[in-house]
């Protein structure tokens, strides 16, 4: 797939269409920012295009198996998986000890985190989960430098 980054904002875009954040913003400039967060770190197309999917299993119709339809890689769709928390399986913190184990998924879930923890994007709902997304940093940063 030669432009995998612009299908999976496009893709992204569309399936998180009609979302909203908790200030009431298009929940797309997340999934952007994590994106733009990656790209200003000099990391690869590929994870950028990770960033942009990273909430789209879990909070969307998009599926594992149709990000393997579309074409996109084997590294994007382990990576989304790694990323896509199901409550059903796994409280949060076995969740982030899982994604601690991929070097990928870490690389982007610290960027989501940044990104939930930048003031700009405070509302009452974020600031309630400002520890558990601390302490989330906390471990995964550990485990970047093990």
Same mark, same amino acid.
């Given at each position: 797939m030669t432009d995998s980054l612009g299908?999976?904002?496009?893709?992204?875009?569309?399936?998180?269409?009609?979302?909203?954040? !908790?200030q009431g913003k298009p929940f797309i400039l997340h999934?952007?920012?994590?994106?733009?967060?990656?790209?200003?770190?000099g990391y690869d197309l590929e994870l950028q295009t990770c960033g942009v999917l990273h909430d789209t299993v879990e909070d969307t119709w998009i599926t594992l198996k149709l990000l393997r339809e579309i074409?996109?890689?084997?590294?994007?769709?382990?990576?989304?998986?790694?990323?896509?928390?199901? #409550?059903? &399986?796994?409280?949060?913190?076995?969740?982030? !000890?899982?994604?601690?184990?991929n070097h990928d998924a870490t690389v982007v879930k610290l960027a989501d985190l #940044?990104?939930?923890?930048?003031?700009?994007?405070?509302?009452?709902?974020?600031? !309630? &989960?400002?520890?558990?997304?601390?302490?989330?940093?906390?471990r995964l940063n550990q485990a970047e430098c093990a």
């Open positions: 299908i999976a904002i496009a893709l992204a875009a569309a399936a998180h269409a009609g979302q909203v954040d !908790g999934p952007l920012g994590v994106m733009r967060r990656l790209a200003e770190k074409g996109f890689s084997k590294r994007v769709v382990d990576t989304v998986m790694y990323l896509t928390h199901d #409550e059903t &399986l796994h409280d949060y913190e076995t969740y982030i !000890g899982l994604i601690a184990g #940044e990104d939930n923890l930048d003031p700009k994007r405070y509302s009452p709902i974020v600031d !309630g &989960l400002r520890e558990k997304y601390e302490r989330a940093a906390r």
